[in-house]
């Protein structure tokens, strides 16, 4: 590995005059904080909604949203749980700090209290307390019939093997059930769901109000069904079905109900299945349903008040996200953030007042408090551009036209340092191209990781584009890559170098390609589809055949053997291994229990089998997203494998 110094350079011959500029380090590019807008925090009072809360690193201030007085308060106490999780196990604990199982079990199988689905539709925790804070409900997964994978550990003396259980495209799943556990009657209870199959997917839960009543959103095995139920939590019965959902492709429930804070009959419910776009719904629980938010553009719930309901959305534009309220009564609309940019913000539990924390391409960070009527609003903050004293190179954000014609995709592109159009220059293609992903906004230098900056500065064009297939484009957009996962994306990654290669500035017969996770799929794919187009490639922790992937994802998007073998075998690498002519290095987290260590070690004993001469390194003690000292170590391993074949 090079040797990680500081980059002083005095360019001369770059110059008319000897300058000398600052560039980044290789522990700059990846694990520098000193690179990030400082932090301003905005907490709002729940005491009193008028005021905001901000913390330095020793007092706590209460400030007023219109006058800006401030006032010194005790910093709020974070809440001690009532319940907890101990091995795979629950425990309540009352409020004289004494303590009572909820479960108990032995079989290591049976794990009570934390997530299920591997983290899928919007699921994070297993615990759900109630309103009242009387009850828990809770995730039971039985994973009896899920295959285990084995994976090293080194750091024993002679080696030991340890499995995780790993459900597979097609293969057996876990069977996942919802405890009620009430702390007065020390009684547990399981809803009675029997909408599908005992592989079904239990989504979203949410409790009413009152506390009587479980929500919970029912998906069969194949994704193509859902059920909106309610169940007694008393008598773990279901009561009614509000709503379904159904689609030949497939129905991805992400969001909880939100129900309205003056009306516990009235709920938001969040879909893109309805009308192409992700949009929000006014329900009742006599199963009502009207659309709140008629706008063709993904948004996302944010808060309420008595008469309103706030939202995100991309209805400026897909790189840019603002707040709206949406009148409940009228379905009027009014835009409440006006700056460009990539906005986050936070509503008062009166409705009454918003934080907004955003950026956009040259802003680095703006912190401001304003009034939901539009009428007041005020600047706190202003971030210093982190990149002062940095040689950064400009970044570019523009469209290019999708494959299929029907859509304008967003990249950034940055030209090397010192940049000159009479020469030619190399090109990496970061890409990752796969579904909840989207790389280029307009925030800060457009998302930029800044270990492009670096290859930037060290000589490369480096360009990054969403295609279809990613996030905040609405359903048509986002499914274009069913059943064949990496065509469509490939296509719009293909146009995207063809604009690049109708530059004279570009030097076509030195294009490079990296990606992790999806984005190792979609390099390996890209070099072998088009060989004479990508001289060098470097996955990580690439899929090789969606047959080995996970059971919720993979299913989603690829379906199984059963129903589209076709589609699989299309998009394996395995048989595409043969077709491989550039150099291509891959690199893979020997503990990898996301994309398991089956995918990488079969493309190389297939590659072996046809004399194809391929890199591989392994991070021994890395799992999917290889952090620490050993990211350092292995961003400059792709540093250099571009370096040494690319350059």
Request: hydrophobic share 35%; net charge negative.
């Amino acid at each position: 590995m090079r040797k990680l110094t500081l980059l002083l350079l005095t360019l001369t011959a770059l110059t008319a005059t000897a300058e000398s500029r600052r560039l980044l380090t290789m522990e700059e590019a990846i694990l520098s904080r000193e690179l990030v807008p400082q932090n301003y925090s905005v907490l709002w009072s729940e005491e009193y909604p008028k005021e905001f809360l901000h913390t330095t690193d020793s007092l706590c201030y209460a400030i007023d949203v219109i006058t800006g007085k401030s006032r010194t308060v005790e910093a709020p106490k974070r809440q001690k749980s009532r319940v907890k999780t101990v091995g795979n196990n629950i425990v309540w604990v009352a409020d004289d700090g004494s303590e009572r199982a909820v479960t108990a079990f032995t079989d290591s199988n049976i794990v009570a209290g934390s997530s299920v689905s591997r983290n899928e539709f919007g699921i994070s925790t297993g615990l759900f307390l109630s309103p009242d804070k009387s009850s828990v409900a809770f995730y039971q997964k039985d994973e009896s019939a899920v295959t285990t994978f084995p994976l090293l550990d080194i750091t024993s003396r002679t080696g030991t093997l340890f499995e995780i259980k790993y459900p597979m495209n097609g293969m057996a799943s876990e069977r996942v059930s919802v405890g009620v556990y009430n702390s007065e009657t020390q009684q547990t209870l399981y809803l009675t769901v029997d909408d599908f199959d005992s592989e079904q997917y239990l989504t979203n839960l949410t409790w009413s109000p009152d506390s009587k009543t479980i929500y919970l959103q029912v998906l069969d095995r194949a994704q193509k069904h859902m059920h909106l139920n309610a169940y007694s939590a008393t008598t773990g019965l279901k009561t009614a079905t509000l709503l379904t959902e159904q689609s030949s492709k497939y129905v991805e429930p992400s969001y909880p109900l939100v129900f309205l804070k003056d009306d516990p009959t009235r709920f938001i419910y969040t879909t893109s299945n309805r009308d192409g776009y992700q949009n929000l719904y006014l329900c009742t629980t006599a199963g009502e349903v009207r659309r709140l938010t008629a706008v063709d553009a993904d948004v996302e719930y944010a808060g309420q008040s008595s008469k309103s309901i706030f939202y995100h959305s991309a209805e400026v534009s897909p790189v840019e996200r603002h707040l709206f309220a949406v009148d409940i009564k009228s379905g009027k609309t009014r835009r409440l953030t006006t700056a460009e940019g990539w906005h986050n913000c936070t509503i008062s539990a009166d409705g009454e007042y918003f934080a907004d924390n955003y950026s956009s391409l040259t802003v680095p960070r703006v912190v401001g408090v304003g009034t939901t009527n539009g009428r007041h609003y005020r600047t706190l903050f202003r971030a210093v551009d982190p990149s002062v004293g940095y040689n950064y190179c400009p970044i570019e954000m523009g469209t290019l036209r999708s494959a299929d014609g029907a859509y304008e995709n967003y990249y950034r592109l940055i030209k090397p340092l010192d940049f000159d159009p009479t020469k030619s220059y190399p090109v990496i293609l970061y890409v990752y191209g796969g579904p909840h992903s989207q790389m280029v906004t307009n925030s800060f230098q457009a998302q930029l990781r800044r270990w492009e900056m670096y290859m930037a500065q060290r000589g490369y064009v480096v360009f990054v584009m969403d295609n279809r297939g990613t996030d905040n484009r609405g359903l048509a957009f986002e499914q274009a890559i069913h059943r064949q996962c990496g065509v469509a994306e490939m296509a719009d990654q293909i146009e995207g170098i063809k604009w690049l290669k109708s530059h004279s500035w570009v030097d076509s017969s030195r294009i490079g390609v990296h990606g992790w996770s999806y984005g190792g799929f979609m390099t390996i794919s890209l070099m072998v589809n088009h060989p004479d187009i990508f001289k060098v490639g470097v996955a990580g922790g690439p899929v090789i055949d969606w047959r080995w992937y996970e059971v919720m994802y993979g299913e989603r998007y690829m379906e199984t053997e059963a129903t589209n073998a076709e589609g699989l075998n299309a998009t394996s690498l395995i048989p595409r291994a043969k077709d491989l002519k550039g150099k291509l290095l891959i690199c893979q987290g020997a503990v990898d229990d996301v994309v398991v260590w089956q995918h990488s070690l079969n493309f190389i004993d297939e590659c072996i089998k046809h004399w194809i001469p391929v890199d591989y390194f392994p991070y021994p003690r890395a799992k999917h997203n290889v952090r620490g000292k050993d990211r350092v170590h292995l961003m400059q391993k792709v540093t250099d494998y571009f370096d040494d074949y690319l350059k």
